[in-house]
């Protein structure tokens, strides 16, 4: 099956900063690549997402890139505010699978230090 | 309010006593799944559901149970809890439109078995 694997585990970031989270996959066949930001207490949400016909993607401060060759996938968002800090998940899915058979990497915990 | 209710939030119980968290979705969603997340082991998906009396196992199902006999509704069961059950459990649905329409999660379930 597939095995998805994140890094770091957890990121501390002055205000402004960029942060990046990075994510490796190993099933080749996997064309659906969503990241997930869970606040504190909270439930997981879709912040952005990407299919494997497109490199890119952006949405305001955050982007999502895709190297298919390589099987790695990264979240960047740029000007970090406090209101950013959170666990975040990527996740992989095979071809025509979507949201049905994610798995999910172990999570980032980014810290947004004013 | 679109929304996944999960039932109860916090649940305190003992090893061997049956015990069914409640899922419910007013998104006509034909998509509902259960994840359990754990510290350092991110989310892992339990059972899904792709629609009525259809449900298939993900990737951690041993020691719970399911069933899907109406669309709004997908219950996990614990026929006889043990400690290592202990976790925050999510239900979540999604649209069936190839599977690429987010995840809805519920606001979770935090059991502890002792």
């Known amino acids: 099956g597939e095995n998805v694997e994140q890094h770091p585990s957890t990121l501390s970031v002055q205000e402004g900063d960029s942060a990046v989270i990075k994510c490796t996959y190993s099933d080749s066949a996997s064309n659906y690549f969503p990241w997930y930001k869970q606040e504190l207490g909270k439930r997981p949400q879709l912040i952005i997402d990407i299919r494997s016909n497109v490199g890119e993607k952006k949405d305001q401060r955050i982007a999502v890139t895709l190297n298919k060759t390589a099987k790695h996938f990264s979240l960047h968002i740029t000007e970090t505010q406090p209101e950013d800090s959170a666990v975040y998940f990527c996740?992989?899915?095979?071809?025509?699978?979507?949201?049905?058979?994610?798995?999910f990497g172990k999570g980032t915990k980014l810290s947004v230090i004013p | 309010e679109a929304q996944v209710t999960q039932n109860p939030r916090y649940l305190i119980t003992v090893t061997g006593k049956k015990l069914t968290v409640t899922c419910s979705q007013n998104?006509?969603?034909?998509?509902m799944s259960w994840y359990r997340q754990d510290p350092g082991l991110g989310l892992r998906q339990i059972y899904y559901s792709m629609n009525v009396e259809v449900t298939d196992k993900g990737d951690v199902p041993e020691g719970y149970k399911v069933s899907r006999k109406e669309k709004r509704n997908f219950p996990l069961i614990l026929e006889s809890p043990s400690p290592n059950q202990t976790s925050l459990y999510f239900c979540?649905?999604?649209?069936?439109?190839?599977?690429?329409?987010?995840?809805?999660f519920g606001n979770g379930t935090r059991l502890t078995v002792t």
């Open positions: 998104m006509n969603h034909e998509y």
């Open positions: 996740a992989a899915s095979p071809d025509g699978a979507g949201s049905y058979q994610l798995t």
């Open positions: 979540a649905s999604s649209l069936r439109d190839r599977g690429y329409s987010p995840l809805h």
